[in-house]
Each structure stands twice: as structure tokens, then as C-alpha cells.
């Protein structure tokens, strides 16, 4: 079935240091790529998507590109802040419904 | 904005209760969906409701029950609560197929103990 897979965290930056999470899908057809983000005590929130190859998502600064031939959409930031600092989910939906399948989830810190 | 609330953020259970965990949602949404959330193993779909009185089940629905008697109230029933149930309850909700953009709106979690 489909899957996703995420790096395993914690992932711990200093402030303004470049992030990548990676994130790789297993999938039949053609889904759409999400990045979700939770911060400390909350729910979690729609970061940034892509619909079809080639695509790019972009949000607050990170950035992530529907990669088809490696199957792939990485998490970038230029700079990270303090502020950063979260559980990321990588996520993938596909077919007629509009159920997301998420990666185990990716926690950074960003240090000042 | 969408607000999505879970009524209890915090749950301390005894092995055996019946527990139930409740979910409302403000903006007319079509699609209510239950997850836990555990370390390591990312968010698992337990149920999801695509409208009044329809349910269905996600990857984990054992030991688990839903109800949706009316649009914006999705709640999870856990019939005889046991310990591996100890786990982060999150609750979404998103607009139809049709008319969906791909997000899921969240709630802030319930965090349920079992002893």
C-alpha cells in the first residue's frame, strides 16, 4: 500500500542554519504531497503542498518539490529560527478520498 | 478560521472504563477523522466519517467505536479502555471530496492515560 518515509529525528540545528528533512513516498498513481507541522502543544497544520510533479510548495520560508523520478519531497529551509523549532510530517494523499497517509514525523530543534 | 475542539485535553482512565472522546468542528465540514498519534510510529487513521451516521475504518479501528449524529460532532468511544490505548487522540476535519485542497484541519489532541 502506500507509504511514506520520513528521516528520523531529532534533527538539532543552530539558528540560521540550512535544514533539509527527507522524505521519500511509496504510491500508485499520482498523489499529492504534503508538509504538516506541529508545534509544541498544538494540532497540526498545513505547511506547504504540491499537487502533481514538478511542483513546488513553498510556506513561511521552507520550500519542498514534487520529485517523481526519485520519488521524493524534501523539507528546505535557507535559515532556520528558534521559532522553527516542531514536529514536521511529511503526508501523501491519493485516489478518490481525501485520507492522508503520514510519515512518522520529524522533530527539530533550533538552538540560538 | 477553522476551529476544531476537542473537549478534554487531558485523560487519566482506569483499564476497563468506557471512555469517550469528543470532537467539534465549527465550519460545516463534511469530513471528520480520528488519529492517534505515537512516537516513532507518526499519525494512524482509526476512523473517518464522510457525513451524519456514515463511518468508516481506518488502519486501526480495533478496540475502537465512532459516532457522528450530527455534522460537526465526531466523537471516538474507546468501549473498554487498556493500556495500550495511552496514546495522543487527534481529531480533523476537511471539506468534501469534491471540494477538498488537501488540508485537514487538526485539533489540539487529547492525551489520553490508561492505567
Known amino acids: 500500500g502506500d507509504s511514506v518515509t520520513q528521516m528520523e529525528g531529532p534533527v538539532t540545528l543552530s539558528e540560521e542554519a540550512f535544514l533539509t528533512i527527507n522524505c521519500t513516498y511509496t504510491a500508485t498513481g499520482y498523489p499529492s504531497l504534503f508538509w504538516y507541522v506541529q508545534y509544541p502543544g498544538e494540532g497540526l497544520q498545513l505547511l506547504l503542498k504540491a499537487t502533481k510533479a514538478d511542483d513546488k510548495g513553498s510556506n513561511k520560508g521552507f520550500e519542498a518539490t514534487y520529485r517523481k523520478e526519485t520519488t521524493s519531497f524534501h523539507l528546505e529551509k535557507g535559515s532556520v529560527q528558534v521559532s522553527d523549532s516542531a514536529v514536521y510530517f511529511c503526508?501523501?494523499?491519493?485516489?478518490?478520498?481525501?485520507?492522508?497517509?503520514f510519515g512518522t514525523g520529524t522533530l527539530l530543534a533550533v538552538q540560538p | 478560521d477553522v476551529k476544531v475542539t476537542q473537549s478534554s485535553r487531558y485523560l487519566v482512565k482506569r483499564t476497563g472504563e468506557k471512555v469517550f472522546l469528543e470532537c467539534v468542528q465549527d465550519m460545516d465540514h463534511e469530513n471528520m477523522f480520528w488519529y492517534r498519534q505515537d512516537p516513532g510510529l507518526g499519525l494512524r487513521l482509526i476512523y473517518f466519517?464522510?457525513?451524519?451516521?456514515?463511518?468508516e475504518k481506518g488502519d486501526i479501528p480495533e478496540g475502537y467505536s465512532v459516532s457522528r449524529e450530527k455534522k460537526e460532532r465526531f466523537s471516538l468511544i474507546l468501549e473498554s479502555a487498556s493500556t495500550n490505548q495511552t496514546s495522543m487522540y487527534l481529531c480533523?476535519?476537511?471539506?468534501?471530496?469534491?471540494?477538498?485542497?488537501?488540508?485537514?484541519?487538526f485539533g489540539e489532541g487529547s492525551r489520553l492515560t490508561v492505567l
Open positions: 466519517s464522510y457525513d451524519v451516521k456514515m463511518k
Open positions: 503526508a501523501l494523499s491519493g485516489g478518490a478520498t481525501n485520507k492522508l497517509i
Open positions: 480533523a476535519s476537511s471539506l468534501s471530496s469534491t471540494s477538498w485542497t488537501g488540508e485537514l484541519f
